[in-house]
């Protein structure tokens, strides 16, 4: 089934930068895409970002493209979120997921049901 394990959260003051990183076991990645969601106190889960790990296509939401960068350690099985710029209205719980896509994984930030398995979450948060 796999297990996924997000860590790097934390709080900063706007501006600042954070580094997710998502490690993932137990199931071949490469025959998945890797995603992050974030839930926001009183809001949905969106997804931010993710990472068709077969073919190398990523996705970001409009809010956080041009500060958010997903990447991937291969030798590691470990994805990367690189958070820049941070925002108050970036802070949430984030969530790392393994997606079941066969190519493009942007259709999947809209599906809960395309998600294999979750990590447990890590909080960011962003205040003054």
């Known amino acids: 089934q796999g297990q996924v394990v997000e860590s790097g959260g934390g709080l900063v003051q706007p501006g600042a930068s954070l580094r997710l990183s998502c490690v993932v076991s137990?199931?071949?990645?490469?025959?998945?895409?890797i995603g992050w969601f974030r839930q926001a106190p009183g809001k949905e889960r969106e997804g931010v970002s993710c990472?068709?790990?077969?073919?190398?296509?990523?996705f970001y939401t409009d809010s956080v493209k041009g500060r958010f960068t997903i990447s991937r350690d291969y030798g590691k099985k470990t994805i990367f979120l690189q958070m820049d710029n941070l925002e108050p209205a970036d802070t949430a719980v984030y969530y790392c997921a393994v997606l079941r896509v066969f190519f493009s994984c942007a259709p999947a930030m809209d599906n809960m049901d395309r998600v294999h398995v979750w990590g447990q979450g890590t909080q960011v948060t962003v205040s003054s």
């Open positions: 137990g199931l071949r990645l490469d025959d998945y895409g």
């Open positions: 990472l068709s790990t077969n073919d190398g296509s990523e």
